[in-house]
């Protein structure tokens, strides 16, 4: 009895080792094989620094043979279901306008194999080519009633839709997105958000009643959109007069502070008025709605994975901040 | 055969010398998948050898204590605790936190194993009840599957290749060579085919398992996938199946349990585990199902022994007229 198991231990020792020996020898073959394969984003050309960058894993530029900027990839991280360690992590690849995603791959995830792992699906991903940023879960972009029909007025301004942002969050820890979209010299539309570190947008926020101000006055969206409805029918923020605490009396209904979008619609109309920065108006492919006044992607959640598709959003939305503040766009 | 009964040790029928105790079998299994372990700690790195310790340690200690508390006779000496903590752990990926495989250690030996009458009581494979307990309780930290450190890519955490072909999506960076060997993502024990079946080699040496039962496994789950596949019938992709889950650990290591002791119903028992592990698969939310399949085989040994009355020596079997 003792000798066979005897015989069986040095049987079973030497057949592994010569396994090991295998599976070792197949690893060199590997290497060999796929030579470079292992550089990370940081070895690879066009490396961005992302020191700082909130959520921000790596980026890079993609450039062509000339050396002209053909797309941006950022690879990004948001906590989903899993624990911390295991963030779900995706590369956001955009053209070169640093806000239409030309394709997202996963990088890893540790989401719940039946759940939050059915963002694997392929057919789930390809729903974010082609769509511009920022993202949102279909309906629940936020549209405002500001745009509409605007007076023909010409206001000297190039065509094109011209983005602004804060640098800085605010006490909340919110920062101020302002979009212009400009069409035959006319201001055609205006988006005014905010969005925080979580990637919630501060429209749907106050839609949901997550975001509140007062009980019976304009919820924080009602009044974006009649600051931006102002701005449609003036075509400039003239007149937009405030106090000492950045409010004003010339909106009806407005109670927020109007500091930011003061700020930002300025930065938006210098852009407009020498044509910097001007994103090509878009064509409204599937998946891109107006929102409010400009245009946004919309995508599905991971169906029964809520948490996961918050992180979905949250990742993609930051890297798109994170890309158009270093494109300058 | 000795049969203790209350403190006293009875000699019972059949009156065969057979020099094979619990201890011996369970020595040769935890021998078995020593290979699977090395090959754990080489392709997910010495974390998986803690999970291991952690929850063999915690496995024996259990037993230990709950014996001593409720002034039991003590049978940590007979290996089982071992062998269950080792496919705890093999079960779980290699950054599954380790309270987490504690928890399923203490469950699978005071709840499973201890509350149901010790070892060969227990309703089913404790180390299996363990992973389920955490997939209900706390599935994500057991979801954070990832490549190995030899891995040609540069991701660090991964589906597994079982998901990623039940989801239609791109598998190719893992090839059918790295399946075999273990260079994919998954629980750390269940990776690598070859480690395992040169372990299971060893069992079958030693007569320690029954080779039918673990054929009959595969052979269904490999059948019925191949035939009904999401592809259209006979489109199955067998050595994916094969290879990229917890089969193999499954068939070599889970299935051949204890429970049932005849040939016919164990058999039986696989080809249930092998139906429903292949249904999971195909039609289920998970990618996997040897767990689900195995423990529900388990819970059905009682009436499958029923259905299959095994043949009881000197007794003829009366044919029914009529």
């Known amino acids: 009895m003792k000798d066979s198991r005897l015989k069986g231990i040095i049987a079973l020792v030497v057949v592994t080792i010569l396994a090991f020996g295998v599976i070792y020898g197949s690893k060199i073959l590997v290497k060999d094989e796929t030579g470079n394969n292992n550089q990370t984003q940081e070895d690879l050309p066009g490396a961005i620094d992302v020191t700082g960058a909130e959520g921000i894993v790596s980026a890079r530029e993609i450039t062509d043979d000339s050396g002209t900027v053909t797309a941006y990839s950022v690879v990004a991280k948001a906590k989903g279901f899993a624990p911390p360690t295991n963030p779900v992590t995706w590369e956001v690849i955009f053209e070169n306008d640093a806000k239409t995603i030309k394709e997202v791959k996963i990088v890893s995830h540790g989401e719940t194999p039946g759940y939050g792992a059915a963002m694997e699906e392929s057919s789930y991903l390809d729903q974010f080519k082609g769509i511009p940023a920022p993202i949102y879960l279909k309906g629940k972009a936020p549209v405002s009633d500001a745009a509409t029909d605007t007076p023909n007025v010409s206001g000297g301004l190039q065509d094109g839709i011209y983005s602004a942002r804060t640098e800085e969050a605010d006490s909340s820890g919110f920062i101020y997105l302002l979009t212009i979209k400009v069409e035959n010299g006319n201001i055609t539309s205006v988006v005014f958000d905010a969005m925080n570190r979580e990637g919630e947008y501060k429209s749907y926020l106050s839609t949901v009643g997550e975001y509140t101000m007062t009980e019976d006055g304009l919820t924080w969206k009602e009044q974006a959109d009649a600051l931006a409805n102002y701005i449609l029918e003036n075509q400039s923020i003239e007149g937009l007069t405030v106090d000492e605490n950045g409010k004003t009396d010339v909106v009806s209904g407005v109670s927020i502070s109007i500091d930011d979008f003061l700020e930002l619609t300025e930065k938006a109309l210098v852009k407009a008025a020498s044509g910097e920065g001007a994103e090509a108006i878009g064509t409204g492919d599937t998946g891109v709605v107006a929102a409010g006044n400009g245009e946004v992607g919309e995508i599905d959640g991971v169906s029964g994975a809520t948490v996961t598709t918050d992180a979905i959003l949250q990742l993609v939305n930051n890297a798109y901040e994170f890309i158009s503040a270093y494109a300058g766009k | ?322």
């Open chain 2, 1 to 322: 055969m000795k049969l203790k009964v209350g403190n006293d040790l009875h000699e019972v029928s059949p009156h065969i010398e057979i020099n094979r105790s619990t201890k011996v079998i369970m020595q040769d299994v935890v021998i078995a998948m020593i290979p699977a372990l090395l090959g754990a700690i080489y392709f997910f790195g010495f974390n998986s050898l803690i999970l291991v310790l952690a929850a063999v340690t915690t496995c024996v200690l259990s037993e230990y204590f709950w014996q001593k508390i409720r002034k039991e006779q003590l049978t940590v000496s007979d290996w089982s605790t071992v062998v269950t903590g080792m496919l705890i752990a093999f079960n779980v990926p290699s950054t599954t936190p380790i309270w987490a495989v504690m928890v399923a250690s203490i469950f699978a030996i005071i709840v499973v194993k201890q509350f149901f009458g010790g070892i060969g009581s227990n309703f089913a494979n404790p180390a299996l009840m363990g992973r389920a307990l955490l997939i209900f309780l706390w599935p994500a930290s057991i979801s954070g599957y990832v490549t190995t450190y030899h891995s040609a890519t540069d991701a660090i955490s991964s589906a597994t290749v079982l998901g990623l072909y039940k989801t239609g999506s791109d598998f190719s960076r893992f090839s059918k060579w790295d399946m075999i060997i273990g260079n994919i993502p998954g629980c750390i024990g269940e990776t690598s085919a070859l480690l395992l079946l040169i372990g299971f080699a060893y069992l079958c040496y030693r007569r320690v398992v029954n080779i039918g039962a673990t054929s009959a496994y595969i052979l269904t789950v490999l059948l019925v996938t191949y035939v009904f596949a999401r592809d259209g019938l006979f489109r199955g992709d067998i050595l994916t199946n094969l290879l990229s889950g917890g089969l193999i650990l499954g068939a070599c290591f889970m299935m051949t349990d204890y429970a049932s002791v005849a040939p016919r119903v164990k058999v039986t028992l696989a080809i249930i585990a092998g139906l429903i592990t292949a249904g999971i698969r195909l039609w289920g939310m998970l990618p996997e199902g040897v767990s689900y399949g195995i423990l529900v085989a388990n819970c059905l040994s009682g009436i499958i022994e029923i259905i299959i009355r095994p043949h009881i020596y000197g007794v003829k079997v009366r044919k029914h007229k009529g």
